[in-house]
T-cell receptor, first 114, second 111 residues
Framework: NAGVTQTPKFRVLKTGQSMTLLCAQD?????MYWYRQDPGMGLRLIHY???????AKGEVPDGYNVSRLKKQNFLLGLESAAPSQTSVYFC?????????????FGPGTRLLVL | AQSVTQLGSHVSVSEGALVLLRCNYS??????LFWYVQYPNQGLQLLLK??????LVKGINGFEAEFKKSETSFHLTKPSAHMSDAAEYFC?????????FGAGTTVTVRA
């Protein structure tokens, strides 16, 4: 049972390049989330999904797109990377239990945009 | 909208001393509150959570937190700090499908 895994662990991009971050979970969780973590700002929600084929915007969705074609995978895309997207990205998943659910986090992806 | 404020971005304690991390929340409905810990270069993991019932919640690694509605607080404590407690701690409140996190408090433990 690997839990939540993220690929890649680290990436350097040039401004304007695109990339996709992959999140996979093997816990059969319905909900999945993408956060970014920046110093002094905690974690901010980018997008989330409450089930296969559904996605919704979080606090800071601009410049990102997501897809949830399979229940176990949640992809985060950057179409045209900007230096402001330099951050650590975390994926999380949870099983719905009336708001009490624990979110399980992946190890993170460090992204540097030059 | 639900939100949390963590008081103090850095806390330094001596090994064996009390650890106290402060969190105040804002919520228009009875809140679900969480504390997560992040060790260096790792993801977050749940320490404890308050949903309903007992206001004193015990978590992993000897941590506990008390929900005080009158003070809108959910402070985290540990009676005796250990070197392994050095980490960043995040308070969070549930709002709809989402968690709103505080800015985090970094704990350093002095030998």
């Amino acid at each position: 049972n690997a839990g939540v895994t993220q690929t890649p662990k680290f990436r350097v991009l040039k401004t304007g390049q695109s990339m996709t971050l992959l999140c996979a979970q093997d816990m059969n969780h319905e909900y999945m989330y993408w956060y970014r973590q920046d110093p002094g700002m905690g974690l901010r929600l980018i997008h989330y999904s409450v089930g296969e084929g559904t996605t919704a915007k979080g606090e800071v969705p601009d410049g990102y797109n997501v897809s949830r074609l399979k229940k176990q995978n949640f992809l985060l895309g950057l179409e045209s990377a900007a230096p402001s997207q330099t951050s650590v990205y975390f994926c999380a998943s949870s099983f719905p239990t009336m708001g009490q659910e624990t979110q399980y986090f992946g190890p993170g992806t460090r992204l540097l945009v030059l | 909208a639900q939100s949390v404020t963590q008081l103090g971005s850095h806390v330094s304690v001596s090994e064996g001393a009390l650890v106290l991390l402060r969190c105040n929340y804002s919520s228009s409905v009875p809140p679900y509150l969480f504390w997560y810990v992040q060790y260096p270069n790792q993801g977050l993991q749940l320490l404890l959570k308050y949903t309903t019932g007992a206001t004193l919640v015990k978590g992993i690694n000897g941590f506990e937190a008390e929900f005080k509605k009158s003070e809108t607080s959910f402070h985290l404590t540990k009676p005796s700090a250990h070197m392994s407690d050095a980490a960043e701690y995040f308070c969070a409140v549930r709002g709809g499908y989402k968690l709103s996190f505080g800015a985090g408090t970094t704990v350093t433990v002095r030998a």
